[in-house]
């Protein structure tokens, strides 16, 4: 079963800062993961997939990278609306479909 | 447009049972392999099982494998999840998933708003 590691556990920044937020795989995925965001009382919702593609509605200052074992989600230009809760997921080996435990973004 | 609506959560006491629902519509459901992920409170995702589009192949978390069984309707468009031998572990908030249209892998695009199962004597 592959591991996902996300890094830091909490990221305190302000509005219009850069946050850069790690997800860290036990063995490689290639390029199978993706990044969703969950606000308080809310669904996940898909942000990136593929490492770096956007998905529907997603606004530019979302952009994520990475291949192999180590990734990247990058929030430029923070909104009130982007502090939350962050997963990275893996889909290259399954069962099962494993997640990180999460990135807690908080406003500083 | 996309929408799953879960139900049938609730308060069980260890070792009973329950069965969950998801209604889709907006999407051809019998195309589509579907999903349960699972969150406790206040802790990450966990996947627990899928069922595969026209073979019915299905897969189970290791956690729930022997317990849970999913099943699907497609001329109900619903999706299900019985749930038996239930325990304080399994207490958490339980989406209906349905992955990406696209894509290289396989994600979860669209979510429930979730049903709370709780387990508890």
């Known amino acids: 079963e592959i591991v996902l590691t996300q890094s830091p556990a909490t990221l305190s920044l302000s509005p219009g800062e850069r946050a850069t937020l790690s997800c860290r795989a036990s063995q490689s995925v290639s390029t199978y993961l993706a990044w969703y965001q969950q606000r308080p009382g809310q669904a996940p919702r898909l942000l990136i997939y593929d490492v770096s593609n956007r998905a529907t509605g997603i606004p530019a200052r979302f952009s994520g990278s990475g291949s192999g074992t180590d990734f990247t989600l990058t929030i430029s230009n923070l909104e009130p609306e982007d502090f939350a809760v962050y997963y990275c997921q893996q889909c290259s080996d399954w069962p099962p479909y494993s997640f990180g435990q999460g990135t807690k973004l908080e406003i500083k | 447009e996309v929408q799953l609506v879960e139900s049938g959560g609730g308060l069980v006491r260890p070792g009973g049972s329950l069965r969950l629902s998801c209604a889709a519509s907006g999407f051809t459901f019998s195309s589509y392999t579907m999903n349960w992920v699972r969150q406790a409170p206040g802790k990450g995702l966990e996947w627990v099982s899928s069922?595969?589009?026209?073979?019915?192949?299905?897969y189970y978390a290791a956690s729930v494998k022997g317990r849970f069984t999913i099943s699907r309707d497609d001329s109900k468009n619903s999706l299900y999840l019985q749930m038996n031998s239930l325990r304080a572990e399994d207490t958490a908030v339980y989406y209906c998933?349905?992955?990406?249209?696209?894509?290289?892998?396989?994600?979860?695009?669209?979510w429930g708003q979730g049903t709370l199962v709780t387990v508890s004597s």
């Open positions: 998933a349905r992955p990406l249209n696209g894509g290289s892998g396989y994600y979860f695009a669209y």
């Open positions: 069922i595969i589009s026209g073979t019915n192949y299905i």
